[in-house]
């Protein structure tokens, strides 16, 4: 499997357990604190995964950086949370951010599946 498609499923179960986070009430309710370290495992395990292709920076980044921001639209649209001109700004900042790394970086550059690790370095030893 691809490793886009594994830190896709990363960021989706780590923004689902931090979802759950809330609803756990400080881990006072057994059910959504079941739920955050069930979300949390798959997390990390489709973190590792993608971690054998690409550069734990980038997808660390990559990772960090779209839950900011999925996790912030689940406040707004699901918890009624508001935010202010200031966490907006910001947030569409962490997104550019991704989004310059996800499409013009080379350092991302894998060969999908080829078990092959991507390197800032690869292009020099060619």
């Not at 990363?10 to 400080?26: M, N, Q, Y």
């Not at 973190?47 to 950086?65: D, E, F, N, R, S």
């Not at 649209?77 to 970086?105: N, R, Y």
């Amino acid at each position: 499997m691809n490793a886009w498609i594994f830190l896709s499923i990363a960021i989706v179960a780590e923004v689902i357990g931090t979802s759950f986070l809330k609803l756990s009430d400080g881990f006072t309710r057994i059910g959504p604190s079941l739920a955050v370290v069930a979300c949390y495992i798959v997390a990390f395990y489709m973190l590792a995964l993608t971690l054998k292709t690409l550069p734990v920076g980038v997808a660390y980044a990559i990772w960090a950086g779209a839950g900011v921001a999925l996790i912030t639209l689940v406040g707004v649209f699901a918890f009624k949370q508001t935010l202010d001109p200031a966490a907006i700004l910001g947030i569409a900042m962490i997104v550019g951010g991704v989004l310059v790394i996800h499409l013009f970086s080379t350092t991302v550059a894998a060969v999908p599946d080829s078990g092959k690790r991507a390197s800032i370095h690869d292009e020099r030893q060619g």
